[in-house]
Nanobody
Framework: QVQLVESGGDLVQVGGSLILSCATS????????MGWYRQAPGKTRELVAI???????NYADSVKGRFTIARGNAKNTVHLLMNSLKPEDTAVYYC????????????WGQGTQVTVSS
């Protein structure tokens, strides 16, 4: 069974930094893309950043220039470096992995809480 596990969520002051990490177990394949999504209370889940197998990346406009997504050295790992954090970055952050084989197969972690306090 494929499992994605996030770590690194924490309470941080405005302007601070955090690194989120996501590790995968049980996968005999490599994801075609991995990404981070977030969901704030009362809001829908939104894309934060994606990194593809060719290392190309996409970011939400709200995090461009502040967040960086990177693949880890281990297979199917991904990190999110978050700088200059703002209160509106407060959310549960979810790791996502996509495998494009006989369709689009998505896998999700359980989420990690990031709280930015002012």
């Amino acid at each position: 069974q494929v499992q994605l596990v996030e770590s690194g969520g924490d309470l941080v002051q405005v302007g601070g930094s955090l690194i989120l990490s996501c590790a995968t177990s049980g996968a005999m394949f490599s994801f075609d893309s991995m990404g981070w999504y977030r969901q704030a209370p009362g809001k829908t889940r939104e894309l934060v950043a994606i990194i593809n197998s060719d290392y190309s990346t996409n970011y939400a406009d709200s995090v461009k220039g502040r967040f960086t997504i990177a693949r880890g050295n281990a297979k199917n790992t991904v990190h999110l470096l978050m700088n200059s954090l703002k209160p509106e970055d407060t959310a549960v952050y979810y790791c996502n992995g996509v495998r494009r084989w006989l369709g689009r197969n998505e896998y999700w972690g359980q989420g990690t809480q990031v709280t930015v306090s002012s």
